[in-house]
């Protein structure tokens, strides 16, 4: 496509649910990331996926939070038994190999948790 | 570990002014920085970036130039317009990430008033 897409735009979820993520990327870009961006915070990074390499899940904050890059497009992040410090607004970028170029980002997906 | 550091906003101008945003780094080697910025409601993009110390990267009237002696990259625009207000990231990619990962700042708000 033109740019990245995620979706939903927003979401708002009870404490305890289960959300899912969707992030689809440029058409040809092969390296896609995930990042939060919490009120007050900076952006943190949290997964990255390259290629059909492994992916670099060292930002991942907990083992509820999971990712997932399928045909080496479209990534769906999803957060297990959601807590209420969860709550901020999930950015999705790609890039060509390396990202040396920089990033195209997409508008991000705003998750409440209730 | 690379970090990156920028000055505490918000920011507010009157239209005309001159800006400048101020921006720090901390990285082994040589890395590559950017200049993000982000709308009200919209992700982030990409406004300018500098690859090598001395290089100068520029676009819609901004400018930041990579300042190795002092590991800077401070952004500056002679006269700002009330469209420029958003949110304003540094950013860095460095050896410590393979130059795949994006390190960012805090962020700075940037309110113009008319």
């Known amino acids: 496509g033109a740019g990245v897409s995620q979706s939903p735009s927003n979401k708002v979820t009870e404490k305890g649910k289960d959300v899912e993520l969707r992030c689809d990327p440029i058409?040809?870009?092969?390296?896609l990331y995930w990042y939060r961006q919490s009120l007050g915070q900076g952006l943190e990074f949290l997964i990255y996926?390259?290629?059909?390499?492994?992916?670099?899940k060292s930002g991942l904050p907990s083992d509820r939070f999971s990712a997932e890059r399928t045909g080496g497009s479209v990534s769906t992040l999803t957060i297990q038994r959601t807590q209420q410090e969860d709550s901020a607004v999930y950015l999705c970028?790609?890039?060509?190999?390396?990202?040396?170029?920089?990033?195209?980002f997409g508008s991000g997906t705003r998750l409440t948790v209730v | 570990g690379d970090s990156v550091t920028q000055m505490e906003g918000p920011v507010t101008l009157s239209e005309e002014a001159f800006l400048t945003i101020n921006c720090t780094y901390t990285?082994?080697?040589?890395?590559?920085l950017f200049w993000y910025v982000q709308y009200p409601g919209e992700g982030l993009q990409l406004l300018l970036k500098?690859?090598?110390?001395?290089d100068k990267g520029s676009n819609k009237g901004f400018e930041a130039t990579y300042r190795k002696e002092t590991t800077s990259f401070h952004l500056e625009k002679g006269s700002v317009q009330v469209s420029d207000s958003a949110v304003y990231f540094c950013?860095?990619?460095?050896?410590?990430?393979?130059?795949?990962?994006?390190?960012f700042g805090t962020g700075t708000r940037l309110l113009v008033s008319p």
């Open positions: 970028a790609s890039s060509l190999e390396g990202g040396r170029g920089g990033y195209t």
């Open positions: 058409s040809g870009h092969t390296a």
């Open positions: 996926f390259q290629g059909n390499s492994a992916p670099d």
């Open positions: 990285a082994t080697g040589y890395p590559s």
């Open positions: 500098a690859t090598k110390a001395d």
């Open positions: 950013a860095l990619q460095g050896r410590n990430t393979g130059f795949q990962k994006l390190v």
